[in-house]
């Protein structure tokens, strides 16, 4: 009997049936369980690797997105400087490095606990990273204080209020790392990099000691923040509004970082943003400086201490329920994880020779001053000119040292030593702007804590004004999900 159809014989189909059932083998069972094991752990190890991959694409566009924002507002900022420029007050650049770890792992993994030193090799051979450094361990806080023309609106309010209407056409802006809140309360305000037990708001300590108790959210440089902190000038502040006002026993208030506001906040407390003054009326405050120890750029920029500069307070999370001083001290905040901020100057303050480049006058030949690309040697041929910036000495050669020639150093370095015999041998202290400057020699040996200043004010209105700021900012990711920080390089005109 043939069976054409395709259905086996009845009796073959259930001794089938039959085997089937008796299932699988104990040793089929683990194999088959183990083969389950390895598929979900593959699967587990594809996720964990995507979402890795995710999490530092996100941290990487979060920096990007931030750094685009940014421009818009510092070339906004620039506008507005520029076209207060010729009768503004002042225009201030103060800069300042420390020494700070990454983060926490990176605190974890150096072996003497001092950010200051680091085995770069991990061959037990030890660097020891220099002042003029800037690096993932030497971190710059820099800071800028100018003053713009254009319309700004009210941010905070009196009272209750989170934000009072009104807006001006005047304004002091400052741009600088914020102190961040313990998380004490209520809270206390520390320095970035800082750790002094009691609140010392000193520059910079190195060592890691208590940090968690002293300054647990602004101790590492991926937990700082640059602020923004904006003033209106209003001569005449409405009735029932509180601002900071003028105050005779306060020379360079409204704008002194210890001014005092009408409800007895300090400037600094970045409680309002409303200051009774104006372009005009400030420029003239300023200008009746006199005194070695009352100087505009020390009123201006005077911290706690004779090295620590003044810093804004800031709260990127205010406590709920919110209050509108809470609200206030959240509106500064502007670059998060900003581990390096460097503000440095351009502009024709020089004459040189343009065979040499070498200085050959203190006064302004109409070009923007520059340096030879490449380095100017003997016999070399001129090849291109690039625009020269000063400011706090930076080796941007990455050559180990710092040269007048291609690095950045304070003007006033510049021009007293282009090792040219026509060359003064000082420069006057107002010329073409008053620079703290420490002499070039001492770069290699120079305190960590030692600073840089360049004020141009009333007493330079009419001598060389920068003609661009380069803003140089790093943005890291506090996780840790990026490798190292993204930089951002914003050229400002000025004029
Ligand atoms: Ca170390
Ligand atoms: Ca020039
Ligand atoms: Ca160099």
Same mark, same amino acid.
């Given at each position: 009997m043939t069976h054409l159809s395709g259905n086996p014989p009845r009796r073959n189909r259930l001794a089938r049936l039959r085997r089937e059932r008796a299932g699988f083998s104990l040793l089929e069972l683990m194999v088959s369980i183990a083969l389950v094991l390895i598929l979900i752990l593959g699967i587990n190890q594809v996720f964990g690797l995507s979402s890795r991959t995710v999490g530092a694409g996100q941290a990487l566009s979060e920096a990007n997105r931030d750094g685009r924002n940014a421009q818009s507002i510092f070339f906004e900022d620039a506008r507005g400087a520029s076209s207060a420029l010729s009768d503004a007050p002042c225009l201030i650049i103060r800069s300042q490095g420390v020494y700070a770890f990454r983060n926490k792992a990176d605190l974890e993994a150096d072996a003497d606990q001092n950010p200051a030193t680091q085995d770069l090799q991990g061959d037990g051979k030890i660097t020891t990273f220099r002042s003029y450094d800037v690096n993932e361990r030497r971190h710059r806080l820099d800071q800028l204080f100018m003053f713009a023309r254009g319309v700004n609106h009210r941010q905070t309010g009196t009272g209750g209020s989170f934000g009072d209407v009104g807006s001006s056409f005047e304004s002091y802006i400052v741009y600088g790392h914020l102190q961040l809140p313990d998380n004490a309360s209520p809270p206390g305000y520390r320095y970035p990099g800082d750790s002094t037990?009691?609140?010392?708001?000193?520059?910079?300590?190195?060592?890691?000691?208590?940090?968690?108790?002293?300054?647990?959210?602004?101790? +590492?440089? $991926? !937990?700082?923040?640059?602020?923004?902190? @904006?003033?209106? &000038?209003?001569?005449?502040?409405?009735?029932?509004?509180? *601002?900071?006002?003028?105050?005779?026993?306060?020379?360079?208030?409204?704008?002194?970082?210890?001014?005092?506001?009408?409800?007895?906040?300090?400037?600094?407390?970045?409680?309002?943003?409303?200051?009774?003054?104006?372009?005009?009326?400030?420029?003239?405050?300023?200008?009746?400086?006199?005194?070695?120890?009352?100087?505009?750029?020390?009123?201006?920029?005077?911290?706690?201490?004779?090295?620590?500069?003044?810093?804004?307070?800031?709260?990127?999370?205010?406590?709920?329920?919110?209050?509108?001083?809470?609200?206030?001290?959240?509106?500064?905040?502007?670059?998060?994880?900003?581990?390096?901020?460097?503000?440095?100057?351009?502009?024709? +303050?020089? $004459? !040189?020779?343009?065979?040499?480049?070498? @200085?050959?006058? &203190?006064?302004?030949?109409?070009?923007?001053?520059?340096? *030879?690309?490449?380095?100017?040697?003997?016999?070399?041929?001129?090849?291109?000119?690039?625009?020269?910036?000063?400011?706090?000495?930076?080796?941007?050669?990455?050559?180990?040292?710092?040269?007048?020639?291609?690095?950045?150093?304070?003007?006033?370095?510049?021009?007293?030593?282009?090792?040219?015999?026509?060359?003064?041998?000082?420069?006057?202290?107002a010329f073409p702007v008053w620079e703290r400057v420490v002499p070039s020699s001492s770069y290699p040996t120079m305190p960590p804590d030692d600073y840089f200043l360049a004020a141009w004010g009333p007493d330079t209105q009419n001598g060389p004004k920068p003609t661009m700021i380069r803003i140089t900012a790093v943005l890291d990711d506090a996780d840790g999900r990026i490798a190292a920080g993204q930089s951002f390089e914003y050229v400002l005109k000025l004029q």
């Open positions: 037990p009691g609140n010392g708001n000193a520059v910079s300590n190195s060592t890691p000691a208590n940090w968690q108790t002293q300054n647990p959210n602004n101790y +590492f440089a $991926t !937990q700082w923040i640059v602020g923004r902190s @904006v003033f209106l &000038l209003d001569a005449a502040p409405p009735a029932g509004t509180a *601002f900071y006002k003028r105050a005779i026993t306060d020379k360079f208030s409204p704008l002194a970082p210890f001014s005092k506001a009408t409800t007895g906040e300090l400037l600094t407390d970045s409680r309002y943003d409303l200051c009774e003054t104006s372009l005009d009326t400030y420029r003239q405050t300023i200008a009746f400086d006199d005194g070695p120890l009352a100087k505009f750029w020390q009123g201006l920029t005077a911290g706690p201490t004779a090295v620590a500069p003044a810093r804004f307070l800031g709260n990127p999370t205010p406590p709920r329920p919110l209050t509108s001083a809470d609200a206030a001290r959240a509106v500064p905040c502007f670059l998060r994880g900003c581990t390096q901020f460097l503000v440095e100057y351009a502009g024709d +303050f020089c $004459t !040189q020779d343009p065979m040499t480049g070498l @200085v050959t006058s &203190l006064q302004p030949d109409g070009i923007i001053d520059y340096i *030879f690309d490449p380095p100017l040697k003997v016999g070399d041929p001129v090849i291109k000119k690039k625009v020269r910036w000063y400011g706090f000495p930076r080796d941007v050669t990455d050559d180990g040292t710092v040269d007048a020639r291609q690095d950045v150093v304070p003007l006033a370095h510049f021009v007293r030593n282009s090792d040219t015999s026509s060359m003064v041998a000082d420069v006057p202290s």
